[in-house]
């Protein structure tokens, strides 16, 4: 038996691929099947079993069109009610695969209440748990996606589905689709992969004995919840489309509305800074591109893409399609050297130190948990979110050069684009460096 797994960095998930003698059974997968189902092909695999763990609250599933597209059988906790067929997983009721490798689901609630965990047995023998959104590595799936009323209850539930998994045999591999990345985890997971005896060694979780203090912990420093993920359960429940096609039209910028679409640049930062289309978000382009448009752009309102020509905008469309973003209508790629608008100031460490030192005043964009951990006295703090969903805070003087500051500038010259939307004059976006640094400096 081998198992194959798949990262998909920006969103902090992994998808696996289990083989067992010319079967497979695919867990999790994200939308973009192909990748699955070719590295399947190459190995002259059948697709037996499709599993999810849970109705994925940060990603547009695979499994319905992965089942559909093979013939495998779909199989989907059992309180999951989707609006399409599949053959419900429920507690401790075995499906049986082939040449003595059987599929135990265990109800494991707290990220969801729906959520069920796949222990992989071969001969009778424990080898492996798939474990979504409930036991991580060094964290747990966090319990208050689904609102903050059902949080605690959730956050109890985790505790037992958590206890419920490290009674496994310590020899079990761990296997979660989420980690390093993820805003679905409840704290700083760890990597990918564990085992059941490292988890009860290591994992803080595992140390709380009581439910009560567990939800306590685990709802103590609320973490922000990106924009697009309250769109994913009602998406995953109701039935998902195939995949759009990753290649679309040229377009000039005089070749379509820019009041009627959003213009999304994802040049590099230092491409941004020369000048902006006017009223385009910058958002360059990473692991965790679509993350941030998600968060940041009205959900799947059609989107007009900004690009150099060497950049790889195929990649940039199958990242917004995986968070179900399918309304691209275009690419740009004409934009002259200056770009069309203003844009903003890179500034590097010494800059930003003298600039401070001078009385600029400061945007720290960081979330809230980097906060409480480092802090920049007179800096107005807002996350980058809440710069796009409010404007540019009241303190701020727009006639006045304004230092925007992350961890490293990328955050920093996201939100630097909205201040230059809100007809900032002077946006400087300190870059590889950041608050932590400014704030040393200073001490």
């Given at each position: 038996m081998e198992i194959h797994s798949f990262r998909t960095p920006g969103l902090g998930d992994q998808t696996y691929l289990l083989e067992h003698?010319?079967?497979?059974?695919?867990?999790?997968?994200?939308?973009?099947?192909?990748?699955?189902l070719d590295e399947a092909a190459a190995r002259d695999l059948e697709l037996r079993f499709v599993l999810e763990t849970h109705l994925h609250n940060d990603y547009v599933s695979g499994a319905e069109q992965a089942a559909l597209r093979t013939g495998a059988e779909l199989v989907l906790p059992a309180a999951a009610a989707a609006a399409y067929r599949y053959t419900p997983a429920f507690h401790l009721e075995e499906i049986q695969g082939n040449d003595g490798l059987t599929i135990r689901p265990l109800h494991t609630p707290g990220h969801t209440p729906e959520h069920t965990s796949y222990l992989i047995l071969l001969d009778g023998k424990e080898i492996a748990v798939f474990s979504g959104g409930s036991l991580l590595v060094g964290s747990a799936g966090r319990p208050d996606l689904l609102g903050l009323e059902r949080a605690e209850t959730l956050a109890r539930l985790q505790h037992q589905s958590l206890h419920r998994l490290a009674a496994l045999p310590g020899e079990v591999e761990l296997l979660p689709t989420h980690g390093e990345g993820s805003f679905c985890t409840s704290s700083g997971a760890g990597l990918y992969t564990s085992t059941i005896a490292d988890e009860v060694a290591s994992n803080p979780l595992l140390q709380i004995t009581d439910p009560d203090e567990m939800a306590k912990e685990m709802l103590r420093l609320p973490m922000p919840i990106p924009g697009f993920y309250r769109y994913m359960g009602p998406t995953n429940t109701l039935g998902v489309a195939p995949m759009p096609e990753s290649t679309k039209p040229v377009l000039t910028l005089d070749g379509f509305d820019r009041d009627a679409v959003n213009v999304l640049d994802m040049r590099p930062r230092q491409r941004?800074?020369?000048?902006?289309?006017?009223?385009?978000?910058?958002?360059?382009?990473?692991?965790?591109?679509a993350s941030w448009a998600g968060w940041l752009l009205p959900y799947n309102e059609p989107v007009a893409i900004v690009a150099d020509a060497d950049q790889d905008v195929d990649e940039a469309i199958v990242q917004l399609?995986?968070?179900?973003?399918?309304?691209?209508?275009?690419?740009?790629?004409?934009?002259?050297?200056?770009?069309?608008g203003p844009g903003f100031t890179l500034v590097d460490l010494d800059q930003a130190i003298k600039l401070v030192n001078e009385g600029v005043q400061v945007l720290d964009v960081r979330m809230p948990s980097e906060l409480e951990q480092v802090r920049l006295p007179g800096a107005v703090e807002r996350f980058v979110p809440d710069v796009f969903e409010h404007g540019a805070p009241a303190q701020l003087d727009r006639t006045a050069p304004v230092l925007v500051a992350c961890a490293g500038g990328r955050r920093a010259a996201i939100a630097a684009s909205r201040l230059v939307i809100d007809g900032f004059s002077d946006v400087r976006v300190l870059t590889g460096a950041g608050v932590p640094d400014l704030a040393s400096a200073a001490a």
């Open positions: 003698e010319g079967k497979a059974i695919l867990v999790d997968p994200q939308r973009d099947i192909s990748r699955f941004q800074a020369t000048g902006l289309v006017p009223g385009s978000v910058g958002i360059e382009m990473a692991t965790d591109f399609a995986q968070i179900g973003f399918d309304s691209v209508v275009g690419v740009v790629t004409d934009l002259p050297d200056g770009g069309l």
